[in-house]
């Protein structure tokens, strides 16, 4: 090959070689625009301290110790969607999880803060009601209760914020029961709807009631679930507080 080729093939691949750097770096950009902003949030001690959607600090309780976070979409992945939307991601955020164990990691509490918005690709919004909603610091929270199988729910649905919190713990080497218990609390971080914040308590349901849920649904009584519950409900109350937002 003469000079004059080696030169003009050696332009060819130099051009297509930027034009691939370009796309892939767009392509890092639009997964960085729907994840979290770099140092928007982070862990200090027991506080972890978000800068926006919502500005807020919340402490969690000494008993807990920061395990980390991690990063999640939501799939569109129902024929509740539009169909052009299906298999794409309509929503992501992330996951800050505080945890209390035994000498052997076994997992007796969560506190898992979860900071979640809609993405520019469509309209949806999160449309809670919030007129019997309870202040917690500037801001009205949702609060609900729920007992389920986790592990079931796991399997399920491995893409799911709960599957994957799962196996963030156990490829640390936290052992989990398969039933929790959890006291959840919903709130709005944008004004426009297109982003949320929860809170979430979970215990271990058997390690705390000594029931499994089958027990707990089918045979006891209305006034002792109810009890437990209201129990559950004094404990997540206690496990954080909003000192700032």
């Known amino acids: 090959m003469s000079k004059l080729g080696i030169a003009l093939l050696s332009l060819i691949v130099a051009f297509y070689s ?11 950009a639009a997964q960085d625009s ?6 928007q949030r982070h862990v200090e001690g027991n506080r972890l301290i978000s800068k926006e959607y919502p500005n807020i600090e919340i402490e969690i309780n000494d008993e807990f110790t920061y395990v980390g976070n991690f990063d999640f979409e939501i799939i569109a ?5 539009p169909e052009d939307m299906r298999g794409k991601a309509l929503a992501a955020g992330e996951r800050f ?4 164990t035994d000498e ?7 506190f898992i803060a979860q900071f979640e918005g809609f993405l520019d690709n469509n309209d949806y919004i999160y449309n809670y009601n919030f007129d019997n909603a309870a202040f917690i610091g500037n801001n009205k929270y949702r609060q609900n209760t729920w007992f389920y199988n986790s592990k079931k729910l796991a399997q399920e649905n491995p893409r799911n914020e709960g599957a994957l919190t799962r196996a963030f713990l156990e490829k640390k080497g936290y052992v989990l029961e398969d039933e929790f218990m959890m006291s959840r609390y919903v709130g709005l971080a944008s004004e426009d709807r297109k982003k949320e914040v929860i809170f ?7 390690g705390v009631t000594g029931y499994n849920l089958n027990e707990y649904q089918n045979t006891l009584s209305k006034e002792k679930t109810t009890e437990i ?4 409900v004094e404990r997540s109350e206690q496990s954080f507080s909003i000192v700032k937002g």
């Open 34 to 39: 729907f994840t979290k902003i770099p140092e």
């Open 104 to 110: 052997h990691q076994n997992v007796e509490k969560l």
């Open 229 to 232: 519950e209201r129990s559950l």
């Open 18 to 28: 930027c034009k691939t750097k370009a796309e892939h770096e767009k392509n890092n």
């Open 97 to 100: 999880v505080f945890a209390v």
């Open 200 to 206: 979430f308590y979970l215990e271990m349901l058997k």
């Open 77 to 81: 992945s129902s024929d509740e969607y």
